[in-house]
């Protein structure tokens, strides 16, 4: 396996009685990216990092860590990684600083790191209470502390937002930049609001249903093209000649249809099409589309 | 080697708080408190010619036939509980250590406060037993049996492995509380009704009559219950780990 890929999987497959929980997805995290994994409710975002983590064990299929396979070396591969996944895992009983204690002692790391870490969340007044006492987001920024404890290579984050407030997600997108750029940390972040996708990760993988629909940097998905809306004097007579030459006609109204292409050739295709059936093309124009109509498209189709 | 002394290193500081820790002081003391009170009240009645012995054996006998395996059995719990109540296992399982280690640092853990609730058993006592002898001046000579006290903790603390390794494997294994404690009541009812007395050679067998079997200066097969305690309790631990160690918890 290539060691290009902090994280590649080939053909996971994880079911649950019945229900294909992850079917067949081949991700390929680079190293040093920021890739958002995106997907509604019960897509399969945490069966995958479950497996990931070796918590689950995939049906069939393998899962590659720097081109290494987890299953053979789970403790070593282990070492690299820090993980939050789904709800932060706490000990309410005991202070935040005790839980991050605890981590470190399992890690064998020097006691600075707790401080250290307790600092990069903004913790560090809140050190000596009780993690009962948290809130929420507070709760989330010391599991986020307790993944980065160790320094890993990579980072498995799912729903890491959960909980923040606008000011607390502003920063955990810089605190999640600084890992990236400063540290060269992988991170691989889960999330269903697109937005917070957007505005930070690189990288991007689309799953649904548990199959993976899309993956690759934001720049190629926003590269696909979106529909292509014509205004035309025969709105008609263009969407048969389209039709009839290969082309998906998505609407059509009075004086406008709306066109599937796929890059900017396509366009000039389209208008060429039309004049040589005199048909008059009197405006196209291509919709910017935003990550969340890019997502709803591919969840569409 | 290391990788273990560090989950141990976290395990002990995971009871800082916690009602196990709590109960490993308290419960022994409950005991001692309780004979001391009847026999504070009612010594004279109750004291015969050896009344700290008596004090002593009195105290031990209801610590082992009841309060030692029901505190075993919610030890078990109680620690297995810091992991399903807070869902820590995918953290927990997630860390660069054999699971194994993880679950073999619980059970040493569950151990410890199992030896330091004996370890008050023995000084609460020996220390109610002194205060016994300052209320009561024609006690002043009675000796107190340290020989007899330490020898049934001792063989107590290693019959009650079995018993503590089932509790463990079963409050591990599920989520909900109530398998472990349905599993010791029923254990403990059976024992009350299904030995008959002189039964001693099947009680020394039954995993929760055990520590009562080892303590009890007059069973014969004194050294058969606490040797298939602690046997038993090993082979038990390190069957419940393999398992406990492949398993998925989701």
């Given at each position: 396996m290539d060691d290009e890929f902090a994280i590649e999987t080939r053909d996971l497959t994880r079911t649950f009685g019945t229900c294909k929980a992850?079917?067949?997805?081949?991700?390929?995290?680079?190293?040093?990216?920021?890739?958002?994994?995106?997907?509604?409710?019960?897509?399969?975002?945490?069966?995958?990092?479950?497996?990931?983590?070796?918590?689950?064990?995939?049906?069939?299929?393998?899962?590659?860590?720097?081109?290494?396979?987890l299953n053979q070396n789970r403790r070593e591969l282990m070492r690299g990684i820090g993980a939050l996944v789904e709800t932060p895992s706490l000990y309410p009983h005991l202070t935040g600083q005790e839980n991050l204690d605890l981590t470190r002692r399992v890690l064998g790391l020097p006691r600075s790191r707790v401080t250290d870490a307790l600092a990069f969340t903004g913790l560090t007044a809140d050190a000596d209470r009780l993690v009962r006492v948290y809130s929420l987001g507070m709760r989330q920024r010391l599991g986020l502390a307790q993944a980065w404890l160790g320094k890993p290579a990579l980072m498995l984050l799912d729903e890491p937002a959960n909980g923040l407030d606008p000011g607390g997600i502003r920063e955990l997108r810089s605190q999640l930049r600084q890992l990236a750029h400063d540290q060269n940390a992988t991170i691989f972040l889960s999330s269903h609001v697109l937005s917070e996708i957007d505005q930070v990760a690189d990288w991007i993988g689309i799953i649904n249903h548990g199959r993976l629909f899309f993956q690759g940097r934001i720049q190629d998905l926003q590269r696909e093209q979106g529909p292509l809306r014509l205004v035309v004097d025969k709105s008609l007579d263009a969407a048969a000649a389209l039709t009839a030459n290969g082309w998906q006609v998505l609407q059509q109204s009075d004086d406008f249809i709306s066109v599937q292409v796929a890059s900017d050739a396509d366009v000039g295709k389209v208008n060429r099409c039309l004049q040589e059936q005199e048909i008059q093309v009197y405006r196209l124009e291509r919709k910017e589309e935003t990550l969340e109509d890019l997502f709803l498209r591919h969840m569409t189709n | 080697m290391r990788s273990f002394y560090r989950v141990l290193a976290a395990e002990?500081?995971?009871?800082?708080?916690?009602?196990?820790?709590?109960?490993?002081?308290?419960?022994?003391?409950?005991?001692?408190?309780?004979?001391?009170?009847?026999?504070?009240?009612?010594?004279?009645?109750?004291?015969?010619?050896?009344?700290?012995?008596?004090?002593?054996?009195l105290v031990l006998t209801v610590w082992t036939i009841i309060m030692f395996p029901l505190f075993a059995a919610l030890v078990a719990a109680l620690i297995a509980a810091i992991e399903h109540q807070n869902e820590t296992w995918k953290h927990?399982?997630?860390?660069?250590?054999?699971?194994?280690?993880?679950?073999?640092?619980?059970?040493?853990?569950?151990?410890?406060?199992?030896?330091?609730?004996?370890?008050?058993?023995?000084?609460?006592?020996?220390?109610?037993?002194?205060?016994?002898?300052?209320?009561?001046?024609?006690?002043?000579?009675?000796?107190?049996?340290?020989?007899?006290?330490?020898?049934?903790?001792?063989?107590?603390?290693?019959?009650?492995?079995?018993?503590?390794?089932?509790?463990?494997?079963?409050?591990?294994?599920?989520?909900?509380?109530?398998?472990?404690?349905?599993?010791?009541?029923?254990?403990?009812?059976?024992?009350?009704?299904?030995?008959?007395?002189?039964?001693?050679?099947?009680?020394?067998?039954?995993?929760?009559?055990?520590p009562a079997m080892a303590m009890s200066p007059h069973n014969v097969h004194r050294p058969l219950a606490a040797g298939w305690g602690l046997l038993g309790g090993v082979l038990v631990a390190v069957l419940a780990c393999w398992n406990l160690s492949r398993r998925e918890f989701s």
């Open positions: 992850v079917d067949g997805i081949n991700l390929c995290v680079p190293h040093g990216a920021i890739y958002g994994f995106v997907g509604p409710n019960g897509a399969g975002k945490t069966t995958t990092i479950r497996l990931l983590l070796g918590l689950l064990r995939p049906d069939s299929g393998g899962i590659f860590l720097s081109g290494q396979p | 002990v500081l995971k009871l800082k708080r916690t009602l196990a820790l709590r109960l490993s002081v308290f419960s022994p003391l409950i005991v001692v408190i309780l004979v001391f009170g009847m026999y504070a009240v009612r010594g004279q009645q109750i004291g015969g010619a050896d009344p700290l012995t008596g004090f002593a054996q927990l399982l997630a860390f660069p250590v054999d699971r194994s280690n993880v679950f073999v640092a619980k059970w040493l853990t569950g151990s410890g406060l199992l030896l330091l609730s004996s370890f008050f058993l023995c000084t609460g006592v020996c220390l109610a037993a002194e205060i016994l002898r300052l209320m009561r001046p024609d006690w002043r000579t009675a000796s107190l049996p340290i020989p007899m006290i330490f020898r049934g903790t001792i063989l107590s603390c290693c019959a009650v492995g079995l018993l503590f390794s089932i509790q463990m494997w079963i409050s591990l294994r599920w989520r909900s509380f109530l398998p472990g404690i349905f599993v010791a009541v029923i254990a403990l009812v059976l024992m009350f009704i299904a030995i008959p007395r002189g039964a001693a050679l099947f009680g020394s067998l039954f995993p929760w009559s055990l």
